[in-house]
């Protein structure tokens, strides 16, 4: 009878408290048996993870070891009924040699057997031995009989000189048998799932079912706000109520119509329970778990890829801090078929924003993801100096570590950068885009004004003549005037439309290719090649796009009524140089340019000369790219190199991968492994990331040049990564939730970034570690 109460003890963890206030009001707690009691896993599941939260909850690693036991606590029962299921712990070798006192006596196998009168022997089968403090215990009375204080059953015997005389007093000892009967009936009644209390289990079983499904579904409130960036809470954390926020809403209107939801309101609403798994802090914890598994996904690919690039930017928030995303790119090779990913790790607030500051930064955050500095072999900024400072920015600073991280300033950038040069480098590329300004903010600062607009949208000028007839304010009417008919500050002139069509048709490229650019998994073999392909381009309108653009801008003036000539200036003369010895009477002629091939030299081909000026600069080191991984990119190149040339470019790529005395790769290993490879790709693999599939295929054949091609696909092109993070940053973040931590808004960022790894997370297996936590209380 007192075991059986004491069994029936465990299923008082479902009762109401009748302290429980309102949701989020007060805090309560659950025990480790509540816990188990209400969220443990399947029965076949069980089994393992009970005793993962045992263990850690009495604060051992040998749960077998009933020298152990003493730290049990109110878990008793619990543990006694999971010990009788497992049975005592397994036996040591025979040859074990065990540990001697100070007489060379020892514990021996042979005290496993007890030998009867009638030369029969029995299994000791109760006998533990205690590695741990090299004594022997009684398994059932240490189990089953709490009121015994002899050495088998509370602190352990170690007298090997009368181990014999104990044995066999312990076992003829009424006690002993009583817990053996005990221990025999209560493992046949587990092992048939007919204990004593069975319909409490049953009660118990049911319970376990609810809360498990209650938190799956609360979990997915959590995830679907999550990845659409929404927020939590509202002015009022009692649901029901308004202003209760988002998450609550949402539980509310799963309860309209889900069974589970409506049970667990009813006893939210009837304080049936002590907890419910709707306040602020398990959505924080929540949040967290869930940010926390999808991290563990990706270092786990990043790991597992071995090299990775880092992307870093920076941008302020709405609280006017200076955040930092941290971007990982790496070779997924995890996969059925290699794939270029990148990665949101985190945001870091930086207070220091010099390139010494950002690169303790980006150290630190390595070392907190198990990332080693040693791996990464690229880096990719934006251009600003603490960055790409070749003396103390950031990229500097990495490459005086580790030479091997390659670093590219975003091809995004320097494309917006090449075309600040060509807006900048004329005074009549810089009056056209001001007139472009002008006329963008007189129509944007009036809603009136751009009402007009839309109307008259795409006949500009026929939208400012009509303002200038018909506005009744002396200022706008003038300005409007101007913008239409001047010649110098408007769009009336023959020139301006030229200028338009110029610019249009440069624009309309880069932009082309920008966005190309801006892929995840862009490459830089492809683009070089959307590079080499922009300045072909540019070389050609040179040569004759000038004629051109005027052509179709002597259309667009027709339509507009509009004399398709040049402006008369003043006109320039330009002074052939004097060479020496020659007279100056011959020097006195002078070259007049007509307006037309003043506009054409000083303007046309001026911002034509400085784009290809500032593209070849500002992408030098995609020249330095393809000079190191050219053959392995180009693969007619590979194709066609000879031995000597081949073995160069191996020679290059593998000085290129060294630091100090490590190397990458081996080129002359390299070299044939190229030799066999170009032969035997298949016809139709063409670029890189086909190469390397093949190579995973064939797994271990060419083990040098599968490290060169991760490599080269790893090393990235641009940061725009790290600005579409930005894009969720300012969503999160906004100003009405201002004040959110810092830890908060990594996690809901990784969750609404990273939202394909989250449909990849196990819901279920989640649910039950955030309620086991391994023993530890949890806060509702």
Known sequence: MENNAERHDTTKNVGVDENMTECGREEATFEPENVNAEFNKKDDENKNEKSDDLVEHCGFSDMYDPANWENIGKGWNEWRDFMVIQGPSKRLPSNYSFPKDGVKRHFSHIYYTRQMSDGEKKDRRWLVYSKAVNKIFCFCCKLFNKSDKTQLATTGFSDWKNILKRLKEHESNRDHILCMKKWLELELRLNKNQTIDKFAQDEINKERTHWRQVLLRIISVVKTLAKQNLAFRGSNDNIGEEGCGNFLSFIEMIADFDPVMIEHLRRYKERESRSYFLSNKIQNELIAMLANEVKSMIIKKIQGAKYFSVILDCTPDISHHEQMTVIIRCVNVSATSTKVEEFFLTFLKVDDTSGEGLFRELQDVLAVFDLKIDDVRGQGYDNGSNMKGKHKGVQKRFLEINPRAFYTPCSCHSLNLALCDMATTSSKAISFFGIIQRTYCFFSASNKRWKIFEDHAPKIMDALVYIAENSDDPKEQSEAECLATSETHGIGSFE????????????????????????????????????????????????????????????????????????????????????????????????????????????????????????????????????????????????????????????????????????????????????????????????????????????????????????????????????????????????????????RLSDLAILSIERALVREVDFERLANDFVGKKGKRITL
């Open 496 to 743: 301006f439309l030229v200028s338009m069509v110029i610019w249009y048709n440069l624009l309309s490229v880069v932009n082309i290719v920008s966005k190309s650019l801006q892929s995840e998994d862009m490459n830089i073999d492809v683009a070089i090649d959307q590079l080499k392909g922009l300045v072909s381009y540019f070389q050609k309108y040179r040569d004759s796009g000038f004629e051109k653009a005027k052509l179709e801008a002597k259309e667009i003036a027709e339509s507009m009524e509009i004399e398709a000539v040049f402006p008369k200036k003043a006109k320039r003369v330009i002074k052939r140089k004097r060479h020496y010895g020659e007279e100056s009477e011959n020097v006195k002629g002078s070259v007049v340019l007509s307006p037309e091939e003043s506009f054409r030299i000083d303007y046309f081909i001026q911002i034509m000369d400085q784009a290809l000026y500032s593209l070849e600069t500002r992408f030098e080191q995609f020249q330095r790219y393809e000079q190191i991984f050219g053959f392995l990119f180009d693969l007619k190149k590979l194709q066609s190199a000879s031995d000597d040339s081949l073995m160069a470019s191996c020679t290059n790529l593998k000085d290129a991968l060294t630091h100090g005395t490590y190397s990458d790769i081996l080129a002359s290993d390299l070299f044939y492994e190229l030799k066999i490879l170009r032969e035997a790709l298949p016809k139709e693999v063409r670029r890189p990331i086909e190469v390397l599939d093949f190579l995973q295929k064939v797994e271990g054949c060419y083990p040098n040049s599968w490290i060169a091609y991760r490599v080269l696909l790893t090393i990235p092109v641009l940061v725009a990564s790290a600005e579409r993070s930005f894009s969720k940053l300012k969503l999160i973040k906004s100003y009405l939730r201002s004040s959110m931590s810092q830890e």
